[in-house]
């Protein structure tokens, strides 16, 4: 009880922006760790968080090595990358070279030793960065405001004094004489989802419209980044709580029109969704929203009809972890379990299934949340043929 609501004064004190609260009591809970490592990752993970919303970059830098040590004390190897290299950026703006090269190496001698281990994408990402280290081809600050501002999200707890100091620099990386259209673009599409964050929607219009000017000039290789459809969700979202709703659906129009190939799309898919319908836009693939509290299971049943020849399942994960099993009954009481992944991390993209059923009966999706103590989940889930209708049981 004492640890979980201490982490919710915590996130209450980083939520109101008092980050110094924040990490005074994340800092108090981290000797729990040792005692509770179910836990010790999310604590260790938001004390980072924290710390980089006060560039705090060493702090930062420990702590995600704390959280790192959670989970090699315990033999797991998933994600322990991602987190070596999340300490060497925070390490490079701490100015602590050889800890960078300390945690780079690791994160290569993981990819080394578990050649046949299919990895998750944060730790692809974080292979992907300590090569273009080892090629002296890397931008850990840029890297690592994205990681900020996007992933981890720890913008949301800076102080306006603060997130100044981090649009001034952004502006200067992307100013910088010599600076390329894909670094300016990079630069502008982060600036442009902080004053999102921070509400302020004239100057995030402003410098969407920047941002998208350099479409054209933008290289190949970086289109794939999705910076320029971020740009359009920043600017319907801006025009809407601008209360300029035309405008809004005009940005989703062309958001719509652009390629869906590209890294940012599932972290879009839950914005764009929400914000289409609150608009009242009709979008070409309907999917349900759900919600699954901690410590909880979720049901949705769809009845199938004996003459559909396949059904068809996905679903989208807004952050964390979930685990997910689908089962068919049939109209005589058989059971069939089609589907059952443990544990789905939200980093993997979409769950897809399908199965073929030969008589009349139901589909099951379960949803488990039981194992979180602390976190709800969100979740885009649809079913096709799009006529079958899910409802929880």
């Known amino acids: 009880g004492g640890v979980f609501f201490s982490g919710l004064r915590a996130n209450y004190f980083g939520v109101s922006r008092d980050v110094p609260r924040a990490l005074e009591m994340s800092d108090s809970m981290a000797p729990m760790a040792e005692k509770l490592p179910a836990l010790g990752l999310v604590m260790h993970a938001r004390r980072a968080a924290y710390a980089q919303a006060s560039l705090q970059w060493a702090k930062a830098a420990q702590a995600c090595r704390d959280a790192m040590q959670v989970y090699r004390k315990v033999g797991r190897r998933s994600l322990v990358p991602a987190m070596a290299v999340g300490a060497a950026l925070n390490h490079h703006l701490a100015g602590q070279k050889d800890e960078v090269e300390e945690m780079v190496s690791l994160a290569l001698e993981y990819r080394e030793k578990e050649t046949a281990k299919k990895w998750d994408p944060p730790d692809l990402y974080a292979f992907r960065l300590a ?87 933008l290289s190949e290789e970086n289109r794939k980044y999705g910076w320029i459809q971020y740009m359009h969700y920043v600017s319907a979202a801006c025009h809407f709580f601008s209360g300029n709703l035309k405008d809004a659906k005009d940005s989703l129009r062309k958001l719509d029109a652009c390629s869906k190939s590209h890294e940012l799309y599932f972290p879009l898919l839950f914005k764009t969704t929400q914000l289409n319908r609150r608009l009242g ?107 079958l209708v899910l409802s929880p049981q």
Not at 170 to 175: H, K, T
Not at 298 to 305: D, F, G, I, K, Y
Not at 333 to 345: A, F, H, P
């Open 281 to 387: 836009v009709e979008i070409k693939d309907t999917y349900l929203e759900i919600s699954v509290s901690n410590r909880s299971k979720l049901t949705l049943e769809a009845a199938v009809p004996a003459d559909v020849e396949a059904v068809d399942w996905d679903f989208t994960l807004e952050e964390f972890s979930i685990g997910f099993n689908a089962t068919f009954v049939a109209k005589d009481g058989t059971s069939t379990m089609l589907q059952n992944i443990e544990k789905y991390d939200s980093s993997g993209g979409p769950v897809t299934g399908r199965f073929e059923p030969t008589s009349a009966g139901k589909l099951l999706l379960t949803f488990d949340n039981s194992f979180s103590i602390l976190r709800g989940k969100t979740l885009l889930v649809r079913v096709q043929p799009d006529y």
């Open 131 to 217: 090569d273009w280290c080892r090629a002296g081809t890397w931008d850990p600050e840029l890297e690592l405001f994205q990681l900020m501002t996007v992933r981890q999200r720890s913008t949301l707890f800076m102080s306006p004094a603060d997130v100044e100091v981090l649009l001034s620099r952004l502006q200067s990386m992307g100013e910088t004489d010599g600076a390329s259209a894909d670094r300016r673009c990079q630069c502008l599409f982060l600036q442009a989802e902080i004053h999102r964050q921070m509400q302020n929607f004239d100057q995030g219009l402003t410098v969407c419209a920047e941002g998208l000017a350099l479409e054209s000039k």
